[in-house]
């Protein structure tokens, strides 16, 4: 079964321009979610996606969104991108069913990631 | 709000030894799920276990095993006999129930020497 995959995997942009990431998740997984890290900030989650809704978001300004689509394969984008933006983006994919007692839906499979760098 | 801490920024052992890594965490819901992450140089975080607060039992599997204790809200890992592959960054995550944010630790460099 194939993984998770992102891409780009690596990306350059200058402030104020704006990037979109693409994620596909594992096959028959419906649930994708971003994760953003940093040296400083560690892994934050961005927001999580189950059957084209957001279900849930953390704390990052409105300059952050995301979709996703009928497949289940899920964008984010980042406008008006600032230095500190300079992260790994990392995706997880998840069966994203609601949990039965010892079932695993809430296992997160994670992608290798898109390496932002802004200048 | 659910918070994870692992004190340990980094851990070094030479191979063969076992290596264990704390992790405590808060939250106010009574159901939530509890996982251990690696992420090796190449940065790709790997799965590698899962606990539900209603399942204290603690297992092994393989050089992996957990101790789970409600009471002190810690979840500790354990690799048995660890191997230069070993080598990575390892990560505490906790999920509270129908909830897919995963709140992480700051994570643990595990250096396994050979």
């Known amino acids: 079964k194939a993984g998770v995959t992102q891409t780009p995997r690596y990306l350059i942009k200058t402030r104020g321009q704006q990037v979109t990431l693409s994620c596909s998740p594992i096959?028959?997984?419906?649930?994708v979610s971003w994760y953003q890290q940093t040296p400083g900030q560690g892994l934050q989650f961005l927001f999580e996606?189950?059957?084209?809704?957001?279900?849930n978001k953390g704390n990052f300004p409105g300059r952050f969104s995301g979709r996703q689509f009928s497949n289940s394969r899920s964008e984010m984008n980042v406008s008006t991108l600032e230095l500190g933006d300079s992260a790994l983006y990392l995706c997880?994919?998840?069966?994203?069913?609601?949990?039965?007692?010892?079932?695993?839906?809430?296992?997160?499979?994670f992608g290798p990631g898109t390496r932002l760098t802004v200048t | 709000a659910q918070k994870v801490t692992q004190a340990q920024t980094e851990i070094s052992v030479v191979e063969k030894e076992d290596v264990t890594l704390d992790c405590v965490y808060e939250?106010?819901?009574?159901?939530?799920?509890l996982f251990w992450y690696k992420q090796p140089p190449s940065g790709e975080l790997v799965f590698l276990i899962r606990?539900?607060?209603?399942?204290?039992q603690n297992e092994i599997s393989g050089r992996y095993s957990w101790n789970f204790q409600k009471s002190t809200s810690s979840f500790n890992f354990t690799i048995t006999a660890s191997q230069v592959v070993d080598s990575a960054v390892y990560f505490c995550?906790?999920?509270?129930?129908?909830?897919?944010?995963?709140?992480f630790g700051a994570g643990t460099t595990v250096t396994v020497r050979a």
């Open positions: 995550a906790l999920s509270e129930a129908l909830n897919y944010k995963l709140s």
């Open positions: 939250t106010r819901d009574t159901t939530y799920y």
């Open positions: 096959s028959g997984h419906r649930s």
């Open positions: 997880a994919s998840s069966l994203g069913t609601g949990g039965l007692a010892g079932s695993a839906p809430y296992e997160q499979y």
């Open positions: 606990r539900n607060s209603f399942d204290e």
């Open positions: 996606y189950f059957s084209e809704t957001q279900r």
